[in-house]
T-cell receptor, first 113, second 113 residues
Framework: NAGVMQNPRHLVRRRGQEARLRCSPM?????VYWYRQLPEEGLKFMVY????????ESGMPKERFSAEFPKEGPSILRIQQVVRGDSAAYFC???????????FGEGSWLTVV | TQLLEQSPQFLSIQEGENLTVYCNSS?????LQWYRQEPGEGPVLLVT?????EVKKLKRLTFQFGDARKDSSLHITAAQPGDTGLYLC?????????????FGKGTLLTVNP
């Protein structure tokens, strides 16, 4: 039973480019979460998605960030016009239903140069 | 804003020693999780505690949830080099959102052989 799969594991982007991070939840998990870990900071909740629905995006920056979890395929976290401050580790987590244990992926490390 | 304060921030000990790390908050949480994170990897869940006063043991690790569900501790007996890592606590359920975990910044433990 494969865990939460994230790709790419490492991504380098120049300022102004777009970053797309993908997450395939564990088999049978319909709830996906994205968290961000900035240098010297704890993990911070960004967004909670179910298939084709954004349930809670209260942790997402108001501009340049978007997330989706389509009916088919992985969840995508998209960052447009990246800036240096977006450099961080982005973690996806999934669970089969609300209230269960959530499992984290290994993360995608974004570096903006 | 809910905060989880972890102490100490850094801890370096010799193999065989015992240690305790702490996680404190002014907020009440419905559950508290402890994770271990290794460099370049995602957090791996160690335990979830949900009842005030609850104690859980995982081999040489003992976890306790405070009676008021505002604090927790992790005690490791006879530490081994393999215990080295970043220990994170995360509170869930404060304010009704069990999925929106509040993470501490972690305790970085180094166990020297």
């Amino acid at each position: 039973n494969a865990g939460v799969m994230q790709n790419p594991r490492h991504l380098v982007r120049r300022r102004g480019q777009e970053a797309r991070l993908r997450c395939s939840p564990m088999k049978g998990h319909s709830h996906v979460y994205w968290y961000r870990q900035l240098p010297e900071e704890g993990l911070k909740f960004m967004v909670y998605l179910q298939k084709e629905n954004i349930i809670d995006e209260s942790g997402m920056p108001k501009e340049r960030f978007s997330a989706e979890f389509p009916k088919e395929g992985p969840s995508i976290l998209r960052i447009q016009q990246v800036v240096r401050g977006d450099s961080a580790a982005y973690f996806c987590a999934s669970e089969p239903g609300s209230g269960n244990t959530i499992y984290f992926g290994e993360g995608s490390w974004l570096t903006v140069v | 804003t809910q905060l989880l304060e972890q102490s100490p921030q850094f801890l370096s000990i010799q193999e065989g020693e015992n240690l305790t790390v702490y996680c404190n908050s002014s907020s009440v949480f419905s559950s508290l999780q402890w994770y271990r994170q290794e460099p370049g990897e995602g957090p791996v869940l160690l335990v979830t505690v949900v009842t005030g006063g609850e104690v859980k043991k995982l081999k040489r690790l003992t976890f306790q949830f405070g009676d008021a569900r505002k604090d927790s501790s992790l005690h490791i007996t006879a530490a081994q080099p393999g215990d080295t890592g970043l220990y994170l606590c995360a509170g869930g359920g404060s304010g009704g959102s069990n999925y929106k975990l509040t993470f501490g910044k972690g305790t970085l433990l180094t166990v020297n052989p």
